[in-house]
């Protein structure tokens, strides 16, 4: 997946129509630095290697969620299983912002997460079958991915769950004097739970370096965000508790790279937490359970006209960065990496039933 470094740059322009709210907090005092509306959006430059990455690892989680619902029909895969498709942009453009000490906190759709912090394919798609060579040794499935080397901390199916967990991953690393920050992802259904509020009130009054990540995908389950929320606007939360925001369009990955890159550096150089909504729509249905009965054909139609993957190859294409040759050679590495991964999980053997308590109890307190 690696691509050579080229000294080729691009700015790519779209149009549409974006309201962009830059909240901060400046001696105690909420401060609103910009509103705007806009139909035209200048894209940062982007260098040719790293735009054929970002690609790269869009089609990679697309094409993995892919092969999950097709196992899923098959009954290879068992039990929850949310898909990020149409959501890859947030968090391969969010991802960019981290470094390898930074945690990460991811929910239950945390597929795209897992992939993008390099977490091997094989030891997920083990973890999705149940098998004991899993990342979380089947105890988990889709909705539990860990992996302590890279910092994530979980796939956490309790909505809001992963929150108070962040704040508690950057607390211990104040009182420890170590210098990262803790990525928080959380849906827009999680802004309804008591621990969203709870959370941002610690992070801000212990000046805890949290970056919230809120993906906003309009939809908790069947509910649409205005049915549970007085303030669509998510990104005004953040002020109320004295932290800075922003909000993104999660439709495209270098909006979503350039918001992350300036919230973390904002986190980093303050040490106080931020909270960034990224404004995203999933193209399936909220799981493999839901018959999707709560949206409308056209509307989910007229948000895959502004599919991630498919707009940004159109762009790299018509800036002749990307040619067919290309995507071939991007799209085998992938389908090859796919079946490794599959292959593994096959091979996989089952965890042994007097093994299914362990990890449930502690043995000593640290
Ligand atoms: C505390 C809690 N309440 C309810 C549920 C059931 N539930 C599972 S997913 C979900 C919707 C969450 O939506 P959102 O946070 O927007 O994330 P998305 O699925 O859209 O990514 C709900 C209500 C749960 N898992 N946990
Ligand atoms: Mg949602």
Redo the contacts with the bound molecule.
């Keep these: 997946m690696a691509e050579k470094l080229s000294v080729l740059t691009i700015t790519l322009n779209a149009h549409r129509t974006l309201r962009r709210t830059r909240h901060s907090v400046k001696d105690g005092q909420r401060v609103e630095s910009m509103t705007t509306t806009t139909d035209q959006v200048e894209r940062p430059t982007v260098e040719r290697g790293h735009a054929l990455t970002l690609l790269a690892e869009m089609l990679r989680i697309r094409r993995f969620e892919e092969k999950a619902a097709e196992l899923y029909s098959l009954g290879k895969i068992r039990g929850f299983l949310?898909l990020y498709i149409g959501e890859e942009a947030v968090a391969v453009g969010a991802m960019q912002s981290l470094t390898k000490e930074d945690n990460i906190v991811a929910?239950?759709?945390d597929h795209g997460h897992a992939l993008a912090r390099s977490m091997p394919m094989a030891s997920l798609m083990a973890e999705m079958y149940g098998k004991g060579n899993g990342c979380s040794h089947g105890h988990g499935g889709s909705m539990h991915f860990f992996d302590k080397s890279l910092r994530f901390f979980g796939g956490y199916?309790?909505?809001?769950?992963g929150l108070p967990i962040a704040v508690g991953l950057a607390l211990a690393d104040k009182l420890q004097n170590r210098c990262a920050l803790t990525a928080c992802f959380?849906?827009?259904?999680?802004v309804a739970?008591g621990e969203f509020h709870e959370s941002l009130n610690l992070a801000a009054l212990w000046n805890l370096p949290v970056l919230f990540l809120c993906?906003n995908?309009l939809?908790?389950?069947g509910?649409a965000l205005e049915r549970h929320q007085s303030q669509t606007d998510i990104n005004l939360k953040g002020p109320a508790y004295g932290i800075a925001s922003d909000v993104a369009d999660g439709m495209d990955v270098l909006a979503v790279e350039a918001a992350a890159r300036r919230a973390a550096e904002t986190v980093r150089e303050s040490g106080n937490p931020f909270l960034l909504e990224i404004r995203t729509y999933?193209f399936r249905a909220?799981s493999m359970a839901d018959p999707d009965l709560y949206r409308t054909k056209e509307e989910v139609e007229h948000w895959k006209k502004r599919d991630p993957i498919k707009t940004f190859e159109g762009h790299l294409r018509e800036t002749g960065l990307l040619d067919d040759a290309r995507l071939t050679e991007i799209e085998a590495t992938i389908d090859a990496e796919i079946k490794q991964a599959v292959a593994f999980a096959e091979a996989g053997p089952w965890e042994p039933v007097g093994d299914l308590a362990r990890g449930v109890y502690t043995a000593a307190v640290p």
Excluded: K, P, Q
């Design positions: 949310h929910t239950y759709r199916a309790i909505v809001g769950g959380f849906g827009d259904g999680a739970e993906e995908n939809y908790a389950m509910t999933r909220h």
